[in-house]
């Protein structure tokens, strides 16, 4: 540790966090190799928008091998990563699967079967954005801290927690699965708004 980071302090608690159970994570290997330029180029796919009915549909329990599990798994990041999100749900890539990542502070936790335990009471507006509503965000409540419970791809079951945008973006995903988007909860479309050029950070805060 330096002097300028101790005098910055302890780093944050993580945004996303295991509180029971050991999730499937993307690694530190996987993340650079499903990173990479090339494999980016021939694995992503084209986002899914809004108004195509995977999105709207309520999506299925999969039932695969553990390779076509990690095959789809690995064109979800591809495709995240073209489009600088930090979170991504099957059904955005055309896949009607119960599958999601939620990599807020790049926590890589692959989510199959996720369902919300619980959510806080407290909510604050925020800001949210989304790789299937492409050029817009909403501002709409969502609650401060959220309980997840999913399976890993042993069929293990685990559980994770999330502050302020760790559990937003795990409410998120875990609606995508349900067919529902963010949208569907903004109390009127004037809390739809156009991304601007200098919002940058707003997109790549999309899931």
């Known amino acids: 540790m330096t002097e300028e980071e101790a005098e910055q302090g302890p780093p944050p608690p993580p945004r996303l966090r295991v509180t029971k159970g050991s999730p499937w994570v993307i690694d530190a290997s996987r993340r650079a190799k499903w990173s990479h330029p090339e494999f980016v180029v021939t ?13 709207h549909a309520a999506a299925k329990k999969p039932r695969l091998a553990r390779a076509e599990l990690e095959a789809i798994v690995a064109r979800m990041f ?13 059904p955005q890539i ?5 599958i999601a990542i939620m990599d807020v502070d790049d926590a890589g936790i692959v989510a199959i079967e996720p369902e919300l335990e619980w959510a806080s009471d ?9 790789l299937s509503v492409k050029g817009l ?16 791809i042993n069929g293990k079951r685990f559980v994770i927690e999330g502050e302020e945008f760790g559990a937003q973006c795990m409410i998120h995903e ?4 349900a067919g529902i ?8 479309r004037a809390d739809l708004h156009p991304v601007e050029t200098d ?3 707003r997109e790549r805060e999309s899931a």
């Open 43 to 55: 694995h992503a796919v084209e986002i899914r928008q809004i108004g195509d009915p995977v999105l």
């Open 78 to 90: 591809a495709s995240m990563v073209l489009a600088h999100g930090v979170g991504i749900a099957a």
């Open 94 to 98: 055309g896949v009607p699967l119960r």
């Open 122 to 130: 407290e909510v604050e507006e925020t800001s949210e954005g989304c």
């Open 137 to 152: 965000y909403g501002m709409l409540d969502r609650p401060i801290a959220a309980r997840v419970r999913a399976e890993d």
């Open 174 to 177: 875990t609606e995508h699965l």
């Open 181 to 188: 988007l963010y949208v569907d909860r903004l109390k009127s």
């Open 199 to 201: 919002e940058e950070d």
